[in-house]
């Protein structure tokens, strides 16, 4: 299909002119006209650019693109090292970051509930930042992060006591840390991608359990949902590449 074809397809599922966002979403460097082979991934490094040309892609989809809000504008050193390996190979590079986190199908955060057995109820904020989901029965912490472990492949940061049932749970993918404030009355527990040294003290003195599972390994699944959304809807080949990041 055409790439621009491609970028109104996805614009118009993720309604991603509905929220203000800190990066241009779409297609943010112009590659092919004609795209059959997207790869998909979390974030735009060199290494996630050199797979998808090494996998002959026509499109590559990141949640984090190439272009962010505060950034200087100039291609200089690894901006310009990633930029001239997607030009070079003439990749469309797609990039969808808020859209593609609060999307109550394709989502990173309805995706990581499906991954984690939590039942999405609602949402805490108008956006759809902040997601508020329940266990099907009470639950130790210590058990479900445990289950967080499994679902994501590493062993995320608890804080709070392990054997505290944990019924009602609020989450928000990556650097979400700061919705622990608008979260904690409502909820048992708070899960989120990154913990900043200053969310442990706002999880303990206001009583919530914070489960920290990593900013990359809880914003996987929302590209690979709308990657394999698109394989489907247009007979696309997708690839989803991990390019591991501890962090």
Aim: glycine fraction near 12%; charged fraction near 20%.
């Amino acid at each position: 299909m055409h790439r621009q074809a491609l970028a109104d397809h996805i614009h118009q599922l993720l309604d991603a002119g509905r929220i203000d966002d800190y990066c241009p979403n779409g297609l943010q460097v112009e590659g092919r006209a004609e795209v059959r082979t997207i790869v998909t991934g979390v974030t735009a490094s060199l290494a996630l650019i050199e797979a998808a040309v090494a996998l002959r892609a026509d499109a590559l989809l990141v949640h984090h693109g190439l272009f962010w809000r505060g950034d200087s504008g100039c291609l200089t050193g690894y901006r310009r090292a990633r930029v001239a390996c997607v030009l070079a190979a003439e990749i469309n590079l797609y990039a969808y970051h808020l859209p593609l986190d609060i999307h109550l199908e394709l989502g990173n955060n309805t995706q990581l509930g499906h991954r984690l057995g939590i039942a999405r109820t609602g949402s805490l904020d108008a956006k759809g930042l902040i997601a508020l989901g329940s266990l099907a029965e009470a639950t130790a912490l210590g058990v479900l992060g445990e289950r967080v472990a499994t679902a994501l492949g590493r062993q995320p940061l608890l804080i709070g006591d392990p054997a505290r049932p944990i019924a009602r749970v609020g989450w928000c993918t990556g650097a979400g840390q700061r919705f622990i404030e608008d979260a904690w009355p409502h909820v048992d527990a708070f899960i989120t991608g990154e913990v900043s040294e200053q969310t442990v003290h706002v999880a303990r003195e206001c009583g919530v359990a914070l489960i920290g599972a990593g900013h990359h390994a809880t914003e996987r699944y929302g590209v690979q949902a709308l990657g394999a959304h698109l394989a489907a809807r247009f007979g696309l080949e997708h690839r989803f590449v991990d390019i591991d990041n501890p962090a």
